[in-house]
């Protein structure tokens, strides 16, 4: 019922808050294009002044002067000249301002893209793993710079609406001020402008949580990662089902908001297509005709006046409340803007020294969870110590992992570097001295040399690269490609790039972790898809370059953990056992019983073979 509450609260906006956020989107503006808003406004005010210009005092002159008798030629002549000069300020304005707005409008998407990227970037990882930060982050992107760009459209739109709105009203009130009360019956359409807008957020927000599940389910049919499984399953059935069941959703919102909003736009033209015009044409008749106030010429010039007046005063609450509209949406932005990361840097953070690393009573619950995936973990990393963490599936060895490149902060318990608590340390800087290979590695649609290096290229880093590709295996495998170190892999991009097995992009993985020089390395699995040989050579290249590093590695082949100073066995997010692999072959426990089963599976499978 809260979560309702806030909702119906979110649609609707005061005011001030409608100023903030305009004024908010203004700064924004001003501080990416300054230009781009100064050019807006020059051309609104200058156009109001020209079309006052053209479509009043013209008019007034051309029906004065045939009733005085002038010629046509010089009534011509004169309309001419008075005209030439709007006419080729739109000549020259119009093209100008339309490229210049294609300028701008792309420097402005980069720079709302870079912002949004730096705050997703800057979220906790347990962000990531909630539907609501995927619908927030839809709403909040949803074609921001376009808002903006309105923004800035309908501001310097409504500044020059005003000028209008004084141009007109004066003139009308010399002629009669009555005229002025048929501008004003619109603006009584204000209040249904906003019920509109609030109904139009309400349904783009609906629509769009039903909009991303169509598109993930559309998106599945042409993604490489699920074709295999869409052609040996009946998953094809199953998610256009689901795609189905999203489009249905979509009509939904179109049938329960689609008349409201309908209901609304038709009232709100009525009052000025179907009231005030007609009223203030036959007024206007009246007072020429039967009153005799006004002649044929200012009568031309009040009804087009009036119209003119009442666009202005339509046209500044349509503006304010188009901006109430755009300021709705950029709520969402705002708000998605403003969030806290719950992990972020103390004010005196310090650099980390490299030293021991201590886990200390470590116990961890992803958020909304009650289950502990680890429970009071006691373990110690030295410097250039070589552990293995071993256990069966579920154990807690990535969480484990996560805490450690402080992804996650523990619920209970901490984390420590040199004696100093991890969450006292820049992270950033904490995080750079790992090189890590997660297992569930990804393959970038960008050159082999990109892929190993992942980040801007530096003189000197053609070896580095080809150094690290021969230390993982594969060096040989990327120069059977066309190009090399230069192709481009995967094919969404080009479609002569090349496509790695699942061993080969391991391997391009482990390369960069040999690439990167930092004093501690993890790797989470990454031999799971290598064959024994493969991974032996992988571990001993490791082990090498290591020598003078820390590592901390998962694998499910104890045969790779008997060369670690330590190993510690998880089972069920507790430490059950720890120790160098000889100790713990002689202690006979768990440890001991896998290992022997490994050994086992691995005979059997060579006697099998003979």
């Known amino acids: 019922m809260k979560k309702e509450k806030a909702k119906k609260k979110s649609d609707k906006l005061s005011f001030i808050t409608v100023m903030a956020d305009t004024w908010y989107a203004l700064k924004m503006i001003m501080k990416t294009s300054p230009m781009y808003m100064i050019l807006e406004l020059a051309t609104n005010i200058v156009g109001q002044f020209l079309r006052f210009f053209s479509s009043t005092y013209v008019l007034r002159y051309v029906i004065s002067s045939f009733e005085k008798g002038f010629d046509f030629k010089t009534v011509a002549i004169a309309v001419l000249a008075m005209l030439a000069i709007p006419m080729a300020a739109d000549m020259i304005l119009t093209p100008i301002q339309t490229m210049f707005d294609l300028l701008m409008f792309n420097k402005l998407e980069r720079k709302m893209k870079i912002l949004l990227v730096e705050k997703t970037s800057s979220m906790e990882l347990s962000c990531y793993e909630t539907p609501e930060f995927y619908d927030k982050y839809v709403l909040a992107s949803r074609d921001i710079p376009y808002k903006l760009s309105g923004m800035v459209w309908y501001v310097s739109d409504l500044i020059g609406t005003v000028i209008g709105m004084i141009l007109y009203g004066s003139l009308l009130f010399t002629m009669d001020p009555l005229f002025i009360i048929f501008a004003i019956i619109p603006l009584f359409s204000a209040f249904l402008k906003k019920k509109g807008n609030e109904l139009w957020h309400k349904h783009t927000n609906e629509d769009s949580i039903q909009n991303r599940r169509a598109q993930y389910a559309q998106r599945i049919f042409y993604s490489a990662d699920y074709a295999k499984e869409m052609r040996l399953s009946n998953a094809k059935e199953f998610m256009l089902e689901r795609y189905d069941n999203a489009s249905d959703g979509r009509m939904d919102i179109v049938k329960r908001y689609g008349f409201k909003e309908l209901l609304v736009e038709v009232t709100t033209s009525s009052l000025t297509e179907v009231i005030s015009n007609p009223l203030a044409i036959m007024f206007a008749v009246f007072r020429t005709f039967v009153s005799g106030v006004l002649g044929i010429g200012d009568c031309a010039v009040v009804i087009n006046s ?88 579920g154990a807690g060895k990535s969480t484990l992992i996560k805490l450690l490149l402080r992804l996650y902060d523990p619920t209970e318990g901490t984390v420590s570097i040199s004696g100093v608590d991890v969450r006292d340390c820049i992270s950033k800087e904490y995080r750079g001295m790992f090189s890590v290979v997660f297992q569930d590695f990804k393959t970038l649609a960008l050159p082999v040399f990109e892929n190993v290096l992942m980040r801007p290229r530096r003189e000197g880093d053609t070896e580095r690269v080809t150094d690290a590709l021969k230390k993982s295996g594969v060096y040989n495998r990327i120069m059977e490609l066309p190009n090399g170190i230069e192709t481009m892999l995967t094919k969404e991009f080009d479609e002569d790039g090349a496509v790695l097995s699942v061993g080969e992009s391991q391997k ?39 020598e003078n590093k820390g590592m901390i590695f998962i694998s499910h082949r104890l045969s790779s953990a008997v060369s670690a100073d330590r190993i510690y066995m998880l089972e069920n997010g507790e430490v059950v056992e720890y120790g160098s692999h000889k100790e713990l072959m002689e202690k006979n426990g768990k440890y001991a019983d896998m290992f022997r089963k490994q050994a086992q599976n691995y005979i059997d499978l060579e006697e099998g073979d003979k």
Do not use: C, W
């Open 508 to 546: 391009l993985a482990i390369a960069h972790a040999f690439l990167k020089d930092a004093p501690y390395v993890i790797l989470d699995e990454p031999s799971s898809a290598l064959d024994p040989i493969a991974e032996s050579e992988m571990y001993s290249n490791m082990m090498r370059m290591g």
């Open 306 to 393: 009036v119209n003119s007046l009442t666009s202005t005063f339509t046209g500044i609450t349509n503006r304010y409340y188009s901006i109430h509209g755009e300021a709705l949406f950029f709520e969402d932005f705002k708000t998605f803007m403003a969030y806290e990361p719950k992990m972020k840097d103390k004010e005196n953070a310090i650099s980390p020294e490299r030293g021991t690393i201590k886990l200390e009573n470590v116990s961890f619950k992803y958020q909304g969870s009650d289950k502990y995936v680890l429970k009071n973990v006691n373990m110690t990393i030295g410097k250039n110590e070589k552990i293995a963490l071993v256990g069966h599936n």
